[in-house]
DNA sequence: AACCACGATGGCATATGTTG
DNA sequence: CAACATATGCCATCGTGGTT
């Protein structure tokens, strides 16, 4: 049996990219004439018409939208094999990391990760953007290095997770609040009035279903999108509030720099279930 | 090593189809 | 009808494998 003519995916690859027999060919510096070969080539190898005319150009079939991401993948891995093995020179890498970050890890790890970047690789920019969803897309299609935050769904098999940290809950008042005073308990806590964090604006979250279990309701006086409104919200009235925290972190790096804000004491600086900020396990942060 | 046959590939020229 | 994009016929070139 011969083997298929393995050269046929990266023109494969160029073809759907482009969509067009033309511009493929210009980017493989072939001629129209040889890409249209080729293309004929890929049709009869995978018996499938890959690319049909639809007016002055070509749209891809349902198989070529399928094999699109796989030999994407596949020929970014042959090339990968086939370049001259070069050690990372750190000191010397001059680009851009964008990190996408869920709320709270630039104040968290911004600071030592920054010392430590401009130590080894001065020439690096970090760029640290909000992570508004979990959507995986801006990985796949490379606006986004690396992302870090809670593991939800599916990731797919071209992106690479790998546990930096767990972090907790930990409850936030303003200095000199009544709660302050006396034994945490769990009605203690679930009493007055809340401030609910909650990226996709909605009016519970995991504290609410661990409550309840408990037997207990709260009362949402508000719904901010992250960590700084309600730490803002918290240090200027009698609201309480949840942080996330990493419990990597030793200290109160995070919370000491709200000035007016007093971290809840005891039990109360962790929820009854040890639970992470998005799901009701402790999960750890996936570096992507 | 030199030669030859064969198949694969690509370029040129041209046909065909679509759009404005 | 012109312009553009794809498909195809024909030919040249190149690489490979077999033979001498």
């Known amino acids: 049996m011969s083997r298929p003519d393995l050269n046929l995916l990266v023109t494969l690859d160029v073809l759907i990219a482009e969509g067009s027999v033309a511009k493929a060919a210009r980017r493989l510096k072939l001629s129209p004439s040889a890409m249209s070969r080729a293309l004929a080539r890929l049709?009869?190898?995978?018996?499938?018409?890959?690319?049909?005319?639809?007016?002055?150009?070509?749209?891809?079939?349902?198989?070529?939208?399928?094999?699109?991401?796989?030999?994407?993948?596949?020929?970014?891995?042959?090339?990968?094999?086939?370049?001259?093995?070069?050690?990372?020179?750190?000191?010397?890498?001059?680009r851009s990391f964008t990190l996408r970050n869920s709320d709270g890890f630039v104040e968290n790890f911004g600071p030592s990760l920054l010392a430590r970047v401009a130590e080894e690789a001065p020439g690096v920019q970090l760029r640290f953007v909000p992570k508004p969803d979990k959507d995986s897309a801006p990985m796949r299609e490379g606006s986004v290095d690396l992302e870090t935050g809670v593991i939800g769904g599916s990731t797919g098999p071209e992106v690479r997770a790998q546990a930096l940290f767990r972090d907790r809950f930990v409850g936030v008042v303003r200095s000199g609040h009544p709660l302050c005073d006396g034994k945490i308990t769990a009605a203690r806590f679930a009493a007055g009035r809340h401030i609910l964090i909650s990226r996709r604006g909605l009016d519970r979250g995991p504290i609410d279903d661990a409550l309840e279990l408990a037997g207990l309701t709260r009362t949402i006086a508000t719904v901010v999108g992250g960590f700084a409104e309600a730490l803002a919200l918290a240090r200027g009235s009698d609201l309480k509030t949840i942080q996330a925290k990493p419990s990597a972190c030793t200290g109160p790096a995070f919370l000491a720099r709200s000035e007016g804000s007093g971290l809840l004491p005891g039990s109360a600086r962790q929820n009854r279930n040890g639970r992470t900020r998005a799901e009701p396990d402790s999960h750890p942060a996936s570096l992507r």
């Open 43 to 94: 049709r009869e190898v995978t018996g499938d018409p890959l690319l049909v005319r639809a007016g002055r150009g070509l749209v891809p079939t349902p198989r070529a939208i399928e094999l699109g991401t796989d030999v994407g993948r596949l020929v970014k891995e042959a090339e990968a094999v086939l370049r001259p093995a070069e050690r990372l020179d750190l000191k010397r890498l001059t």
